[in-house]
């Protein structure tokens, strides 16, 4: 199946820094990608969608200033958190979609393990 | 708005045995995909099996299968002969189909599963 990538996986940084990941699509080109939120023992969140070339779509709550989506490429999106706090420690999720005529499915990353200090 | 809610927080099974996830849904749309995904605790999302709305046919995937009841929007997994491997965070999750594009997965709050040797 189709790879998704995620980087970190982890990452500690200190309140006030801002902290990027990204997602790549190793073996395929998504024209769409969306992030998640996972808070422990929890479900997931969708953040954003974003469309290569475009601007990214929040859902409601999220603050686009302090979540900055970019998607470049057709492989790549980043996720940068400006000014990090300690609430914003969490796991984060990204998820590339293929989709065809026949055929669409998303496929997720790993996931990156956010902790603010 | 389009939800998607599972009951049951937490569920236990013999190994070998069987085992039911309950998954009700509630959307205004005709055509859409419903998904179970496992995310063990390595928190990597995988796809166990997806139904479209369309097909009236339940779907199977070797272990796993489907109950799917359109009108009364509920979409249960059943797992069958189940493994220590099996043990997982199950997520129930919909997508609206909108043809050439898809939408976002809504996730329900999922069920721990637990299995016993």
């Known amino acids: 199946g189709a790879v998704v990538s995620q980087h970190p996986s982890w990452v500690i940084c200190k309140s006030g820094t801002s902290v990027k990941i990204e997602c790549r699509s190793l073996?395929?080109?998504?024209?769409?990608m969306f992030w998640y939120r996972q808070f422990p023992k929890q479900s997931l969140m969708l953040m954003a969608t974003?469309?290569?070339?475009?601007?990214?779509?929040?859902e409601q709550g999220v603050e686009k200033d302090k979540f900055l989506i970019n998607h470049a490429s057709l492989t790549l999106s980043t996720l940068t958190v400006t000014s990090a706090h300690p609430e914003d420690s969490s796991f984060y999720i990204c998820?590339?979609?293929?989709?065809?005529?026949?055929?669409?499915?998303?496929?997720f990353g790993p996931g990156t393990r956010l902790t603010v200090l | 708005a389009q939800t998607v809610t599972q009951s049951q927080p937490e569920m236990s099974v013999q190994e070998a045995e069987t085992v039911t996830l309950s998954c009700t849904y509630d959307?205004?749309?005709?055509?859409?995909?419903l998904f179970w995904y496992k995310q063990p605790p390595s928190r990597q999302m995988i796809l166990v099996i997806r139904?479209?709305?369309?097909?009236?046919q339940n779907a199977t995937e070797n272990r796993f299968s489907v109950n799917f009841q359109k009108a009364a929007k509920s979409f249960s997994l059943k797992i069958s002969d189940s493994q220590l491997g099996d043990a997982a965070m199950y997520f129930c999750?919909?997508?609206?189909?909108?043809?050439?594009?898809?939408?976002?997965?809504?996730f329900g709050k999922g069920t721990k599963l637990s299995v016993k040797p």
């Open positions: 998820s590339a979609g293929l989709w065809g005529v026949t055929y669409n499915e998303q496929f």
């Open positions: 073996d395929f080109q998504a024209t769409t």
């Open positions: 974003s469309n290569e070339g475009s601007k990214a779509t929040y």
């Open positions: 959307t205004s749309e005709s055509d859409y995909y």
């Open positions: 139904q479209e709305a369309y097909k009236q």
């Open positions: 999750a919909y997508r609206v189909n909108y043809g050439g594009s898809q939408g976002n997965l809504i």
